[in-house]
């Protein structure tokens, strides 16, 4: 009897000790790595976090609401960059993934993404649908409104053949190979998380990481 009631003052004890600090329970390599081609930063310069995702991407799609709480309260000092993964070549037509992004930036252009992209979400996730080519994203796009002329003008413009490039040698540069994945003012990016609230957790612990390399030594 003893012995069991001194168990349960022990879990007592446990349940109501004070948690650790988020920064805790993130370890470096496994939570996260360190980018060796990361540059010191100007003490007055932003911190830039950006989200590498697919809309094919289930993962992706179930960190989002996570996602927009972190965005509701996001520092002042942090800039927030979404990156569609572009694993392939930009000139590789014939990828889904190349298509995909060139559809992202021209609805992003058209100031149409906001409304469309939890749709590619549930039609690419829920309902698997395959749009792998520029025929069936137009007329996936017209089903909600947006005029397939001026999207496809949009879809092959230089402004999103220039985008694609740059999301193309970002996921190069910091070798994305899974996703949802964070990369944090260019010089951490996110390793293995258990919950999607800890890959929110882990991202401002990242940003708290890129901000103390700005304050100088006291």
Known sequence: MKRAFATLLALVAIAIAPLPATGAQFEEPKHYVSVASAKAPAADARIE???????SCPHCMRFEPYL???LQAKPADVDFVKVPVV???????????VNQAKAYYALEGMGQLGRLSDEFFRAMVDERQRMVDE?????????????AEAFRQAFNSFEVDSKL?????????????????????????????ESYQQMADLTSFLVEQARRLRKPAS
């Open 68 to 70: 927009h709480k972190w």
């Open 49 to 55: 976090v950006i989200e590498f995702f697919s809309w």
């Open 135 to 147: 025929q069936a994203i137009t007329k996936f796009v017209a089903r909600f409104g947006v005029d």
């Open 165 to 193: 490039r740059r999301a193309y040698q970002l996921a190069k540069e910091y070798q994305i190979n899974s996703w949802p994945k964070m990369v944090v003012d260019g010089r951490y990016k996110s390793g293995e998380v």
């Open 87 to 97: 694993p392939d070549p930009p000139t590789k037509t014939e990828s889904a993934f």
